[in-house]
């Protein structure tokens, strides 16, 4: 899994290449932390890039919406793949997140909150 | 070739490639969610939730890897395992969701959707549906020949079958059904150990065991997220 983080204007950006998976959850959770620490209450993660999430992946996911909604903040999602969105489509997690099809049309929304 | 030229043959070349490799990864994306949204019709049917797919993927891919199985077979099982409810797709609904115990010719319909599943994939030429159909077709076989529906014993199963059908056996233990609260995490580990060289192959036993503190995280997370939807409800 790869994480480039990035800013623009007041939403924290990361975008996630690869797969999120039991391996490598605790090196998400660390770019978690990271936004998190950066003041920056709209965090947008760009999943174009994304080839794969197991359960351990959705659980981090949760969790970070989780924390993100504790401090009044939001969590964008983008750009998934069919394949990528048939698997929250499955575990029924599409209706729990904010998803957007381009990272564009997350950033435009995100001025709404 | 004059050198200018070279570099622009060679550029070109790359690009083919480039976009080939990306077609490629399109159409293998494609079947990929095919096979998710096709198994999540199944389940529909049998009322059951998308997350026993997820569950069932996540438990093959570590047992899998522990056993050492090539990248490419770790992959197809990935994706083909959460097919193997597939046939129940066939069997009539006031079977498939009777609650009350169902009599012996109605348990002679329900055990027939390994083959019916399996026919599904028949003479296909795609690895990875032809990993869905051993996977329909094996998965409720048994270590000791007494499962079902050809009765195959021990490594006369094929492996995607052997590790589907504890990995199912594990979630079905782990799971609150109508019929019965969920086992316990230590408990079903210890009911899957019990059957070890019965109704499983102990190799896979042995590799389930190996990556037991992974198992026990899938387990925490999938915990996780249907309590997190049931809030949300």
Known sequence: ??????????????????????????????????????????????????????????????????????????LFLSGLTPKIRSLFAITKLEKAFKIYDTEGEALEDSCSY | ????????????????????????????????????????AAEYKDESTGMHLVKIAD????????????????????????MHDIGKLI??????????????????VMK????????????????LLKAAR???????????????????????????????ALADVFDALTSKRPYKEAYGFDEAMKIIEESSGSHFDSDVVKAFFKVKHKVKRIWQATRDIEQFLSEQK
């Open chain 2, 112 to 127: 027939k959707h390994p083959v019916l599943g399996a026919d599904i994939f028949k003479g296909s030429h795609s690895p």
């Open chain 2, 1 to 40: 070739m004059n050198k200018s030229r070279h570099f622009e043959y060679e550029a070109r070349v790359k690009k083919s490639l480039h976009d080939l490799r990306k077609a490629y990864e399109e159409i293998k994306d494609s079947y990929s969610e095919m096979i998710f949204r096709f198994a999540l």
């Open chain 2, 59 to 82: 438990y093959c891919t570590e047992i899998a890897q522990a056993m050492g199985l090539s990248k490419q077979d770790i992959e197809y099982l990935r994706y083909a395992s959460p």
């Open chain 1, 1 to 74: 899994m790869q994480v480039h983080s990035d800013k623009k204007h007041d939403v924290y950006i990361c975008r996630i290449k690869g797969e999120i998976n039991l391996d490598n959850v605790d090196k998400l959770a660390e770019v978690f932390k990271g936004a998190i620490d950066s003041k920056s209450r709209k965090v947008l993660l760009d999943l174009s890039g994304l080839d794969y999430i197991d359960s351990a992946g959705f659980a981090s996911l949760i969790q970070f919406s989780k924390e993100l909604k504790d401090i009044d903040g939001v």
């Open chain 2, 134 to 164: 051993v996977i329909s077709l094996t998965h409720h076989e048994r270590y000791d020949g007494t499962g079902y529906p050809s009765g195959l014993r021990g490594k006369d199963i094929p492996i995607f079958g052997r590790i589907v």
């Open chain 2, 91 to 108: 069997i009539p609904d006031e079977i498939l969701k009777k609650e009350s115990g169902l009599t012996p010719e109605e348990r002679e």
